[in-house]
């Protein structure tokens, strides 16, 4: 663990307890930095979030704007949470700003958890340093958010809503996108990702509440692939594209909601031209061919991937991929999968059933299920499946049973232990 998330640990609540007085309440004795930011893009949803902001962000930094950005969960350093003006916050930056949260804390007798200090820890470092824009990934759900404690942002954006965070958000997926749809606030623009039915619906209600207009994928602007590029058409503009430079048929989708995004922003055609090849997010299907991961499968002459989706929806993207993938260039397909214990487990390997993939289950530090439990749940969705004690084990395993490509999934934390384990791989 880093120093910055011991430091975290060691001093904050790490319990998850949706409310938003006690941001409220820190914000204020901090002199409320969330509503000293530049202007803001708020971006909620399941999954595709991360990657919609990278695309953004990059578009952004392409037409020239100095950007701010704030994601969670991290991978291997806390830092890469806070982006200030294009670059990671420093250390003794992110110290300074968190002495400052202890110390209001302790002055007003207040109490936070680790994602309530470090939003606001967050709001106030890009408060006080200059951009054009700050872009806002929530944590969890929407209304309840420590982020929400934002009222006017300059658009908010809704990446596809699905089932995740059940013993917070619940399991009725109307349920979960009304949360979702906490972001859109009274006059801002909402651009909205195609979603299912009911989602959908719910979204449109709670715009219908605040009146913030929508722009819906699907009905407003749509985007696909096209002679290895991608096209993106909405009511008045038809642009040819380069794909995006992540990996993944559904990232397609995402770049059509960056690009509606980055139009919402006046952005220019050539900046998003440049911004979708010049996107980087890591542990989203990333080719890993450095440090001894990449090493190892280098030198048997195999595809190593990465993937931290972790519900049945991330699932069924990373089926698709490897199909593809499969299907131009046939190998035998390894599955390395470790998840969190209170994920949907079975639902995940029920979209892999029909790879073909042999799966080693392993564990990771934290609340990961255990191998041998994972295991069976991947055999009773029909795949072959053997826990293993460790990444390292599971591929040195994968590949002297001759696999040929393998992909590392399941977990952003599981991501983070294979992407720390080289300087090389570490996310800049």
């Not at 911004?275 to 890993?288: F, N």
């Amino acid at each position: 663990m880093d120093p910055i998330s011991e430091r975290l640990r060691a001093r904050h609540p790490q319990r998850i307890d949706l409310s938003l007085d006690r941001m409220k309440a820190l914000c204020a004795a901090l002199g409320d930095p969330q509503h000293r930011l530049p202007p803001v893009v708020h971006v909620a949803g399941t999954n595709g979030k991360g990657s919609t902001v990278a695309m953004i962000r990059a578009i952004a930094e392409a037409a020239g704007l100095r950007v701010h950005a704030y994601t969670s969960p991290h991978l291997v350093r806390f830092n890469e949470r806070i982006r200030l003006a294009g670059r990671l916050i420093e250390d003794d930056a992110l110290n300074a700003v968190l002495d400052r949260i202890e110390a209001a804390m302790a002055e007003t007798g207040s109490e936070a958890t680790v994602f309530e200090s470090t939003t606001a820890a967050a709001f106030l470092a890009m408060a006080e340093t200059p951009a054009d824009l700050a872009i806002i990934e929530v944590g969890l759900g929407g209304v309840l958010d420590a982020t929400n404690v934002i009222e006017r942002p300059l658009l908010s954006v809704i990446a596809p809503v699905d089932y995740d965070h059940a013993e917070f958000l619940g399991t009725d997926l109307a349920g979960i996108a009304a949360e979702k749809a906490g972001v859109l606030k009274a006059g801002a623009p909402g651009v909205i990702a195609r979603q299912q039915e009911a989602a959908m619906a719910a979204i449109e209600r709670a715009a219908q509440a605040v009146h913030a207009p929508l722009t819906v994928m699907g009905v407003d602007f749509d985007a696909w692939a096209e002679r290895g590029g991608m096209v993106f058409q909405n009511q008045e503009r038809f642009l040819d594209l380069p794909a995006p430079g992540l990996a993944g048929a559904h990232q397609i989708d995402n770049a059509g909601v960056a690009v509606a995004a980055a139009l919402e922003l006046d952005l220019p055609e050539a900046a998003i031209a440049q911004g979708l090849k010049a996107v980087r997010w890591p542990a989203r299907l990333q080719r890993i061919s450095a440090g001894p991961y990449g090493e190892a499968a280098k030198a048997a002459e195999a595809e190593l991937w990465l993937d931290g989706g972790h519900n049945p929806h991330a699932g069924r993207a990373l089926a698709v991929f490897l199909a593809e993938r499969q299907t131009r260039a046939p190998r035998p397909l390894a599955l390395i999968c470790g998840m969190l214990a209170n994920k949907d487990a079975g639902g995940f390997f029920a979209a892999l059933k029909d790879s073909q993939a042999t799966v080693f289950t392993v564990g990771f530090e934290g609340a990961a299920a255990e191998p041998a439990a994972l295991a069976a749940v991947a055999r009773g969705h029909g795949l072959a499946a053997t826990p293993a004690g460790s990444v390292g084990e599971a591929l040195d395993l994968a590949l002297r049973l001759g696999a040929g490509r393998v992909a590392i999934c399941g977990s952003l934390y599981l991501a983070g232990e294979v992407l720390a384990a080289s300087r090389e791989t570490w996310p800049e």
